[in-house]
């Protein structure tokens, strides 16, 4: 026999001649069968959990900070004689898209004999229309007449969700009341109520703030709330929210020695710390999923060396090394677990980009909501392909596929050929 190389082509032939196994060798094609579809199936789940986890937190960071900014900043300094000023350096700093000043108040809110809880948020109606979420869900002409118009300043903007628990529409009355009263010469006058006019309805994408928020024009908020002339904080949106904590800095000189300034990590630190836990949690457990399933090729290499035995010592016996026995039965073993991650990867892919239609179909069929709004927030499964976490999929189960491969293998190329002969 003329030598051939490591991993040559008589090699890689004579495995996959191995995997098409006869009749009467059934039992290792059958076990090599559930080893990849095994494979596929783990590889498949390990993609579709990853994106889908991804995309929840993609899609949650943006609508929470599309919704409430980026930074804050609070304290004497936007309440003090000069915050026009530091409104403006704030304005000034490179990287900031927008900074916002508004009041906001926790409140009750009563209408059709129904009381609720709600969040009364009050701005300029420059920085209302200014808001993405409510030039995308709020008609132009309510966006327009907001702080003004045909309901003067008494029209405030409802979440969605909200204004359906009340049974509301635009044109009907709310009351909103107010906890800490409103500011007279004599001081505070306790609490206070006021039927306002639902101008519109917003949708910001998340269940929490539809049913939560309400927007009124910022004068209003600060006589009804007490808060004559005063802000409660500077809400700031940057240009790239990951560099968040480079900007700190820089804000915080603009606004002043007296200034409070804090950002979206800090407010929601501990719901992303949760978040980043929960996928890590689900991605080692997954990962030893695809591991076990891995494992299944140790027994099928097992079953071919033992039914191939007599071939095994023949090919010693015409000068095959051990080496080159041991990377036959290798190749058998890693085919299965390379045919077995191109096909996890093929299906976790599809699913991961038709995962709406398969939403939408599986409710079609079965009646019932399977990504409830009120439960995940969002109104739709979301999922976000990651080429990095894809990458280290199919890095873990081909290494898993090999590691799996070589145990039975090294048997194979410790046989020896007098004895295989003699039992065969």
């Known amino acids: 026999m003329t030598p051939a190389g490591p991993f040559s082509a008589w090699e890689l032939g004579l495995a996959l001649r191995y995997l098409r196994a006869k009749r009467r060798e059934g039992g290792v094609a059958l076990i090599a069968i559930i080893s990849f579809v095994g494979i596929m199936l783990a590889v498949a789940v390990l993609i579709s959990v990853m994106s889908i986890m991804g995309g929840f937190r993609a899609e949650l960071m943006g609508r929470i900070l599309d919704f409430n900014g980026h930074m804050y900043v609070q304290g004497e300094a936007i309440n003090g004689p000069d915050r026009a000023e530091a409104l403006a350096r704030i304005r000034d700093t490179p990287g900031i898209a927008s900074a916002t000043p508004m009041v906001e108040n926790q409140t009750a809110i009563r209408a059709r004999g129904q009381v609720l809880g709600a969040i009364v948020r009050g701005m300029t109606p420059e920085d209302v229309r200014a808001q993405p979420f409510l030039q995308e869900s709020v008609p132009a002409e309510a966006l327009a007449a907001f702080g003004a118009g045909r309901f003067g300043g008494d029209g405030v903007i409802i979440g969605q969700a909200l204004a359906d628990s009340l049974g509301l529409r635009p044109g009907d009355p709310l009351t909103i009341y107010s906890l800490t009263g409103g500011g007279s ?54 240009d790239d929210a990951d560099r968040v904590g480079e900007l700190v800095a820089p804000v915080r000189r603009a606004a002043g020695p007296r200034a409070v300034v804090t950002d979206w990590r800090d407010r929601s630190a501990a719901f992303w710390e ?62 299965i677990g390379i045919g077995g991650t191109i096909a996890g990867v093929i299906l976790g892919l599809l699913f991961c980009w038709n995962v709406g239609s398969i939403q939408a179909a599986i409710e079609a069929l079965t009646g019932a909501s399977v990504f409830n709004s009120e439960v995940y927030l969002l109104p739709r499964v979301p999922a976000l392909v990651d080429p990095v976490d894809v990458a280290w999929v199919v890095f873990w189960s081909l290494l898993m596929s090999c590691v799996a491969s070589l145990p039975p293998s090294w048997r194979a190329s410790r046989l020896d050929p007098v004895e295989a002969l003699r039992y065969e």
């Open 185 to 238: 010469a004599l001081g505070s006058l306790g609490p206070l109520e006021k039927t306002y006019v639902v101008s519109a309805t917003f949708t910001a994408g998340m269940a929490d703030y539809d049913r939560a928020f309400i927007f009124m024009p910022m004068e209003q908020a600060q006589i009804f709330f007490g808060k004559d002339g005063l802000w409660d904080v500077v809400e700031i949106k940057v």
């Open 274 to 335: 949760a978040l980043k836990v929960e996928r890590v949690a689900m991605s080692i457990i997954l990962s030893l999923v695809v591991a076990i399933a891995a494992m299944n090729i140790i027994s099928g290499i097992v079953m071919l060396v033992k039914n191939k035995g007599r071939d095994i010592a023949i090919l010693r016996t015409i000068g095959a090394s051990p080496a080159a026995i041991l990377r036959v039965f290798f190749l058998a073993g890693a085919a």
